[in-house]
């Protein structure tokens, strides 16, 4: 039988109805690759990344799977409709069908609510014997013991560049509650990882010497997290992740990091007011700690960029300058502004809809960009938008990343300025409005 696998684009904003269609991707695409690892014997299977290619409507499939965020949402569900109009069966999973499995039943023959290791194998079971049902759940965890090897055979990898990148993960899940966050909520409860030789073995067999470890938290389990970078040395690989700030003030694990060949990190600051950390429940973040693990990164000659979140009842419209000036003072090589947003399943979501806060629910989290959903406590929703946008215009500005980045002369000081230019191009043209670029 034959399976299509789709990873829908999503279009570029409510006004511009065009889709999203880029002809390079920085990060090879794991998500399709390991969709297609768990499908059994005897199927014929075709994968379709829509932002690097169009989907062929008339082409012969038997069954057809779409894996869908709450950003590809709306092009996921006309997919969908279309192909089930040629009387095509459509299964649906991923993190926006775990929040919204009623509205995505609507265009689709079954649901699949849980991890795809569990449940995907028995839908295509059921899909082949035409005996589908509406919702296929899983109540534990998956075991991260032996996870096949992501079909790298199945796309074309040329629109990767030469120096590919590709994504490993040695992760699930995430030990912190943070109130804002929903990831914990699809992955389950538990923090889990991988034995540290499993992962070392899939880098050896992809063959890479850039990864990408597509961990909510990378570094969950400090101890398990060492002993992985211990056995990351002998493949004098490059690599970036994502983990919270407190490790950063630990040395004995930040040079272990670096030795072990860390080129990029991404940490969730989220905020450099201490009230502002406590009602979003990020206990393990210190404000008062930021310059000491910034300059720690500094030294350790580390490319490194900060997440940031705005709109949160402790704030004033002072947080803008003052981040922008913290920025700048720590030579901040990149950074990320976004504004707050309540994922459904959130305690925060339940809390703003309860104050009646969420001013457009239909269209939260649809579209991409720093768009606001939300009526903040002290400035408009559009004040919002634009202290937002300043920040990323002043801060990505030419005499920003001249002051603030060193001479890409290092593979590490390489990644921030590219980081940079990308970011910078965000404020050029029809950007302006939309952040599309994110």
């Not at 699949?112 to 919702?135: H, K, N, T, V």
């Not at 994502?242 to 969730?268: E, P, R, T, V």
């Not at 002369?409 to 590219?418: E, L, Y």
């Amino acid at each position: 039988m034959k399976l299509s696998i789709i990873q829908p684009t999503h279009y570029r904003s409510p006004s511009d109805r065009s889709l999203h269609k880029t002809k390079k991707r920085s990060v090879v695409n794991l998500t399709l690759p390991y969709l297609a690892s768990l499908v059994p014997a005897g199927w014929e299977i075709t994968l379709i990344d829509e932002q690097l290619s169009d989907i062929d409507f008339d082409a012969p499939v038997d069954i057809v799977a779409i894996t869908t965020w709450t950003m590809n949402s709306i092009r996921a569900y006309e997919i969908a409709d279309r192909y089930r109009e040629r009387g095509v069966p459509v299964v649906m999973g991923g993190p926006h069908t775990s929040f919204h499995s009623d509205e995505a039943a609507e265009h689709c023959d079954a649901v699949c609510l849980g991890e795809g290791e569990i449940l995907w194998p028995s839908m295509l079971e059921d899909a082949a014997a035409g005996r589908l049902r509406q919702f296929y759940r899983s109540d534990k965890p998956c075991s991260l013991d032996n996870l096949p090897m992501p079909r790298y055979d199945l796309i074309d990898l040329n629109p990767y560049g030469f120096f590919k990148t590709f994504s490993v993960q040695s992760s699930r899940g995430c030990p912190f509650r943070c109130e804002f966050c929903s990831e914990r909520l699809y992955l389950g409860e538990s923090y889990r990882y991988r034995a540290a030789q499993a992962v070392v073995e899939e880098i050896k067999q992809i063959g890479a010497k850039n990864i990408l470890f597509a961990d909510s938290n990378f570094a969950g389990k400090m101890s398990h997290t060492m002993e992985l970078m211990e056995a990351l040395i002998p493949l004098r690989i490059r690599w970036s992740a994502l983990w919270s700030a407190h490790l950063c003030k630990n040395d004995a694990f930040m040079d272990l990091a670096k030795k072990s060949g860390l080129l990029h990190l991404n940490i969730g600051m989220e905020s450099i007011d201490s009230k502002t950390l406590i009602s979003m429940n990020k206990k393990a973040n210190k404000a008062s700690e930021y310059r000491q693990m910034l300059a720690g990164l500094r030294k350790r000659g580390i490319s490194y960029s900060l997440n940031f979140i705005f709109g949160w009842d402790t704030e004033t419209e002072d947080v803008f300058p003052s981040t922008l000036e913290f920025l700048k003072k720590n030579k901040v090589p990149a950074a990320y502004f976004n504004i707050l947003t309540p994922d459904k399943g959130t305690p925060l979501y339940d809390r703003m809809l309860e104050e009646n806060r969420i001013t457009n629910i239909d269209d939260l989290g649809r579209w991409p960009g720093d768009r606001c959903f939300i009526k903040p406590q002290n400035y408009s929703g559009e004040t919002l938008e634009k202290n937002v946008r300043d920040l990323h215009n002043a801060f990505y500005s030419y005499p920003s990343m001249l002051a603030r980045l060193p001479l890409p002369v290092t593979m590490g000081n390489i990644a921030s300025w590219v980081i940079n230019f990308s970011q910078h191009d965000v404020m050029r043209g029809d950007l302006k409005e939309n952040f599309d670029s994110y």
